[in-house]
């Protein structure tokens, strides 16, 4: 089994650290992910700057779509599991729209067409952490709406240093 990802580095599961995913189903993670972070901090970056969003609530699957990618589950196959196409356009159709209100789309590298269709392939198709047992985020409804503008306005200049690098 080919276990090296396209930087050639060794595929290394990891205690789940990713503060945003503690409390799913799973507490361990492989790197390098499918968007070729080597590390949880390299993830980290990217995928915290949407923590506004899951503590909005907008989708009860959002942070555990973003968990699947950023930090997917460790397993065997020794290689990241994908969430499941069904469970990207759960979480998709939950959180589009707030971030569209912001001026913002939906990542391409979320693109839900790239995941598999559950039955086609291996992928991750839903939480099953209790509802109960997940912790929610502890914040007052003005104070996320005020971090999230703020957070989508930082991506908003983080996808823009990008595009002119």
């Keep these: 089994?080919?276990?090296?990802?396209?930087?050639?580095?060794?595929?290394?599961?990891?205690?789940?650290?990713?503060?945003?995913?503690?409390?799913?189903?799973?507490?361990?993670?492989?790197?390098?992910?499918?968007?070729?972070?080597?590390?949880?901090e390299q993830a980290a970056f990217e995928?915290?700057?949407?923590?506004?969003?899951?503590?909005?609530?907008?989708?009860?699957?959002?942070?555990?779509f973003l968990c699947s990618v950023y930090a997917p589950v460790c397993t065997v196959l020794n290689t990241p599991v994908p969430p499941c196409r069904s469970l990207c356009?759960?979480?998709?159709?939950?959180?589009?729209?707030?971030?569209?209100?912001?001026?913002?789309t939906w990542p391409e590298s979320w693109s839900c067409d790239r995941f598999p269709k559950?039955?086609?392939?291996?992928?991750?198709g839903k939480n099953t952490t209790s509802e109960a047992t997940r912790q929610p985020p502890t914040t007052k409804i003005g104070e996320c709406c005020t971090y999230l503008i703020e957070v989508l306005n930082n991506y908003h200049d983080f996808v823009r240093i990008i595009i002119s690098s």
């Excluded at 799913?24 to 590390?39: A, E, K, R, V, W």
Aim: hydrophobic share 35%; proline share 5%.
């Design 1 to 40: 089994m080919d276990t090296k990802s396209p930087t050639n580095k060794q595929r290394v599961c990891e205690p789940l650290t990713l503060p945003l995913c503690h409390g799913l189903s799973y507490n361990t993670t492989i790197f390098p992910n499918m968007l070729d972070h080597t590390s949880q």
């Design 47 to 64: 995928v915290n700057q949407f923590a506004s969003l899951v503590a909005a609530g907008c989708s009860k699957d959002f942070a555990f």
């Design 89 to 104: 356009n759960s979480a998709k159709h939950g959180c589009e729209a707030l971030m569209n209100r912001f001026s913002f």
């Design 118 to 124: 559950l039955g086609d392939a291996i992928c991750i």
